[in-house]
C-alpha cells in the first residue's frame, strides 16, 4: 500500500493568498484526521471526517479554514487567505472505524511557510 | 477532555543505555494511549499502543511501554538504545466517544556515542 499521500510537500507563499493542501487516505479508511503541527502549539487537530462527513471541526482555527472531502480518496484543507500565523507543517491521518483503539497512519505531511 | 503530559522535552541518552521516555494521561473514560515517533522530516509513524488488553505492550524496534491505571502512566523503554533512534515521540491519548487523538508536547530522543 502506498499509504496516506499528501501534496504538495513544501508551499511557500505570500500573506493573502489561497493555499490548498491535498491528501489522499488509504484505501478502504473510513476515518480521515487533519492535523496542524507547530513548536508553540505542538500536534493539534483541526477536523475530522467519518465516510466523508465531517465529524468534529472544533479544532479548525477560524472562517479563513475550511476542509472537504468530497469522495472517499481525496480531501482538501484550504486557507483563505493565509497569513504568516498559518505556517506549519499539516498531516493528513486515515484509520478504520471498529473504534478508538485503532492506529492512525501519517502521511508525510506538507510544511506550509506564508512569507 | 483528554490531556498528555510528557515530562522532559529533551531526553538524551548514549548508545546501548536504557531509554526512558514519561507519559502521564488525563482522561474522564477509559483511555486508549499511543506512542508515536517521528523522524526529521516525515510523519508520525505508530511505535505500540495500548487498548485494554495486556497492560505490557510491545512495539517496534524493541520498544515496550506499560500502562498503569494508579498511576496514569504510560511510559516507554527500550533495554539498549541504538543511534537510529534519535528522533522524537509523542504520546497521544483517545477514548470515549470521539475519535480525535490528543497528542503531548513531544519527547526529542537523542543518542550520543
Known amino acids: 500500500d502506498a499509504g496516506v499521500i499528501q501534496s504538495p510537500r513544501h508551499e511557500v507563499t505570500e500573506m493573502g493568498q489561497e493555499v490548498t493542501l491535498r491528501c489522499k487516505p488509504i484505501?478502504?479508511?473510513?476515518?480521515l484526521f487533519w492535523y496542524r503541527q507547530t513548536m508553540m502549539r505542538g500536534l493539534e487537530l483541526l477536523i475530522y471526517?467519518?465516510?466523508?462527513?465531517?465529524?468534529?471541526d472544533s479544532g479548525m482555527p477560524e472562517d479563513r479554514f475550511s476542509a472537504k472531502m468530497p469522495n472517499a480518496s481525496f480531501s482538501t484543507l484550504k486557507i483563505q487567505p493565509s497569513e504568516p500565523r498559518d505556517s506549519a507543517v499539516y498531516f493528513c491521518a486515515s484509520s478504520l472505524s471498529g473504534g478508538q483503539g485503532k492506529t492512525q497512519y501519517f502521511g508525510p505531511g506538507t510544511r506550509l511557510l506564508v512569507l | 477532555a483528554q490531556s498528555v503530559t510528557q515530562l522532559g522535552s529533551h531526553v538524551s541518552v548514549s548508545e546501548g543505555a536504557l531509554v526512558l521516555l514519561r507519559c502521564n494521561y488525563s482522561s474522564s473514560v477509559p483511555p486508549y494511549l499511543f506512542w508515536y515517533v517521528q523522524y526529521p522530516n516525515q510523519g508520525l509513524q505508530l511505535l505500540l499502543k495500548y487498548t485494554s488488553a495486556a497492560t505490557l505492550v510491545k512495539g517496534i524496534n524493541g520498544f515496550e511501554a506499560e500502562f498503569k491505571k494508579s498511576e496514569t502512566s504510560f511510559h516507554l523503554t527500550k533495554p539498549s538504545a541504538h543511534m537510529s533512534d534519535a528522533a522524537e515521540y509523542f504520546c497521544?491519548?483517545?477514548?470515549?466517544?470521539?475519535?480525535?487523538?490528543?497528542f503531548g508536547k513531544g519527547t526529542l530522543l537523542t543518542v550520543n556515542p
Open positions: 484505501s478502504g479508511h473510513d476515518y
Open positions: 471526517f467519518n465516510n466523508n462527513v465531517p465529524i468534529d
Open positions: 497521544a491519548v483517545s477514548g470515549g466517544s470521539n475519535y480525535k487523538l490528543t
